[in-house]
């Protein structure tokens, strides 16, 4: 069995992709957990993690880091680093970052290993201008009128009310290559989303990362 590292508190997920460094300094008071290359980065801005966890094919000085921080090498191959962190590691939820970037079939990656582990492991993706969190059922967000709100589908799935969004969802049903419900836009300062099949992605402006974060 892997092993598990257990905190009390919200965890930071940082990867090997692009990253926003003045957001990420203000999330050093979390513990901060690194996948595989996003190491480097860390050493670069003298952010010390809680753990370095993945394969540690794109580590540097894996020996520094054994020093300061718990080091899980899981050479295992049917996973991304990405996954290997949500498995290795228990917590309220993760903001995750360095996740994607300029290769898509990364962000791709992402969002999957998001709806593998949304029941057991819910994670906030920051994504360029974007946060992403993979929802179902019922979703209650408080944002400022007129902030993006955009719902897409990763599987068929029925929504059966809206409130507080420009374009309601009630009773439509949405599937890729269907319907998605991307920029729509918040009408009142509260959203609620009720869905009874399948999950979504609730992609809204970074602005809202703590919003999003509340609504777990």
Avoid at 59 to 80: A, C, G, M, N, Y
Avoid at 143 to 170: K, Q
């Amino acid at each position: 069995m892997p092993e598990i590292i257990k905190f009390d508190d919200p965890v930071v997920l940082v990867g090997g992709g692009a990253v926003d460094v003045e957001l990420l300094r203000t999330y050093t008071h979390r513990p901060i957990v690194a996948a595989d290359g996003g190491a480097n980065l860390l050493k670069e801005l003298c952010i010390e993690p809680a753990a370095v966890i993945g394969d540690l094919d794109s580590v540097k000085e894996v020996d520094h880091w054994r020093e300061f921080s718990k080091v899980i090498e899981l050479p295992e191959q049917d996973t991304t680093d990405f996954e290997k962190c949500l498995y290795s590691v228990e917590a309220p939820y993760f903001i995750a970052t360095g996740f994607t970037g300029n290769r898509f079939d990364h962000t791709l990656a992402a969002l999957h290993v998001m709806q593998k582990w949304q029941s057991k492991k819910p994670v906030v993706l920051i994504s360029g201008d974007d946060v992403v969190c993979v929802k179902s059922d019922v979703v209650e967000l408080n944002l400022p009128i007129g902030t993006r709100v955009s719902v897409y589908p990763l599987n068929r799935i029925t929504f059966e009310s809206s409130d507080g969004l420009r374009y309601p969802l009630d009773k439509l049903t949405m599937q890729t290559g269907e319907m998605i419900g991307t920029s729509n836009s918040s009408s009142e300062p509260t959203i609620r989303i009720v869905s009874n099949n399948g999950c979504y992605a609730l992609i809204v402006p970074v602005s809202e990362l703590n919003a999003l974060t509340q609504s777990i």
